[in-house]
């Protein structure tokens, strides 16, 4: 798998993810990050635990001038403020300025609650559940040193030491496994993948290790091990780095598959995993990180903690029922709100957890908007929205007043051009026409660029 583009991150004065706007309105994150010249040292191989091999990385020469004002022009690009950011994160390209101004708003904060990051809802979690439970370690490329690629891990090393939160080689089949045993005699390791693309070199640790053994041993052998990272489309980032595997892990017994959305769901979700005694796959998504949201006193609670397997309804409706994980959970919020000024009214599912699915909270809403719209950002063939559809035939079909709608990823590897990649995954004016089809008030099928 070829590896340079994300791996190839400049040191830049420790700066965190920095936003990298697009015409169309996506937001991608560029990161600076060590140089290529960092090293492992044999004095930092000597200090390592058995299980810490440390990368003691050398100090980065100096950059380039190119590359220097290369990376003051995103740093100037951020400066443009919270405004600028949270218009473009909202599709304002799309619908114009009053309209982006009125989704802001939209998610104005009451005096009861604060907003926060999806990247701090992951953060606080860690901290907190290392901090109650001394089993709990961290284990993955740059998660000490460097604070971690995205800096989920910030601050955790210099909290917990370098026995609890261990920086990896790039050897995903090594760490994987490595945790896998430590989860084997009790211990209950967060392995980190810099991108879910890499867990393929891990597969085998994943699926036949860690999904498998409780079944295989009769119940005697519990593994509480939790796999998390990005996945899914970020931005310009090619085909091998930008694969959705919710239906990959979702379709192997024993592992339970997690996609956060909100800040709530990062945290609840996150603590939910580590704490529980199988397998966890927990899916997290690159451009939400920098994403705020509103979060109340009871999710700021140390003993916040969400259920797995439940679904959330973001958005009460009786028109049509519109599924989505991740990402697309603000696609499709967006999409009600533009379907509530033509008239219909939409319910918005946030799924949550992908495996086990929340069939019940499905079919029931179904059942009283009596259409379907499934939204991912997956391939169409044996995906969660299939999954879904088969799903509602089986128990509902008789309250179907029209066909269900699946909207996907294109069935090809992710194109790299932009304007191509944008046409490659789900946009909002997709699921805005899927949703008029089952009502029966538009028939267009073709996709804009």
């Known amino acids: 798998m070829h590896r340079a583009a994300?791996?190839?991150?400049?040191?830049h004065n420790g700066e965190q993810a920095v936003p990298h706007r697009y015409t169309d309105g996506r937001v991608s994150t560029?990161?600076?990050?060590?140089?290529?010249?960092?090293?492992?040292?044999?004095?930092?191989?000597h200090k390592s635990s058995p299980l810490n091999p440390t990368l003691k990385r050398s100090s980065p020469n100096g950059s380039t001038l190119s590359r220097f004002l290369f990376w003051e022009l995103y740093r100037e690009a951020d400066m443009l403020g919270v405004l600028r950011r949270e218009v473009a994160c909202q599709g304002a390209?799309?619908?114009?300025?009053e309209q982006g101004l009125r989704v802001i708003a939209s998610r104005a904060l009451s005096s009861s609650a604060k907003?926060?990051?999806?990247?701090?809802?992951?953060?606080?979690?860690?901290?907190?559940?290392?901090?109650?439970?001394?089993?709990?370690f961290v284990m993955g490329e740059e998660v000490g040193e460097y604070q971690?690629?995205?800096?989920?891990?910030?601050?955790?090393?210099?909290?917990?030491?370098?026995?609890?939160?261990?920086?990896?080689?790039?050897?995903?089949?090594?760490?994987?496994?490595?945790?896998v045993g430590a989860a084997y005699y009790g211990l209950r390791p967060v392995i980190e993948f810099m991108t879910f693309n890499f867990s393929m070199q891990a597969i085998d640790h994943i699926i036949n290790s860690a999904a498998k053994s409780n079944y295989m041993s009769s119940g005697q052998i519990s593994v509480p091990i939790v796999f998390r990272g990005p996945d899914g489309a970020a931005a310009g980032v090619g085909a091998q780095h930008s694969q959705c595997y919710a239906a990959w892990f979702g379709a192997c017994p024993g592992l339970k598959v997690l996609t956060p959305y909100s800040s709530e769901d990062a945290r609840g979700l996150l603590k939910a995993a580590i704490r529980d005694p199988d397998p966890v796959v927990f899916l997290e998504n690159e451009l939400l990180y920098g994403e705020s949201f509103p979060v109340s006193a009871e999710v700021l609670d140390s003993s916040f903690c969400l259920p797995i397997g439940k679904a959330k309804i973001e958005r009460e409706g009786k028109d049509v029922t519109i599924t989505a994980f991740s990402k697309m959970v603000g696609y499709a919020l967006q999409a009600g709100d533009i379907l509530a000024k033509e008239g219909i009214s939409a319910e918005v599912i946030n799924l949550r957890s992908i495996r086990p699915l929340d069939r019940a909270a499905i079919n029931a809403s179904v059942r009283k908007t009596n259409r379907l719209v499934t939204v991912e950002e997956g391939f169409p063939q044996h995906g969660v929205g299939a999954e879904i559809c088969a799903s509602v035939l089986e128990d509902s079909f008789e309250y179907l007043d029209a066909a269900v709608e699946r909207i996907s990823g294109a069935d090809v590897p992710m194109p790299y051009a932009a304007n191509l990649e944008r046409m490659a995954v789900p946009q909002v004016e997709d699921i805005v026409r899927a949703a008029k089809r089952t009502c029966y008030r538009s028939t267009a099928l073709a996709a804009t660029a």
Request: hydrophobic share 35%; glycine share 14%; with cysteine.
């Open 148 to 179: 971690g690629a995205y800096k989920i891990t910030k601050g955790l090393l210099d909290k917990y030491g370098p026995e609890r939160v261990l920086d990896a080689p790039i050897t995903e089949a090594g760490f994987a496994g490595i945790g």
């Open 93 to 97: 390209h799309a619908w114009g300025l």
């Open 30 to 45: 560029q990161r600076g990050g060590c140089s290529n010249s960092g090293s492992i040292t044999e004095e930092g191989m």
């Open 115 to 136: 907003a926060m990051t999806v990247r701090d809802a992951l953060n606080s979690a860690l901290d907190e559940e290392m901090s109650a439970d001394p089993k709990v």
């Open 6 to 11: 994300p791996r190839q991150r400049q040191e």
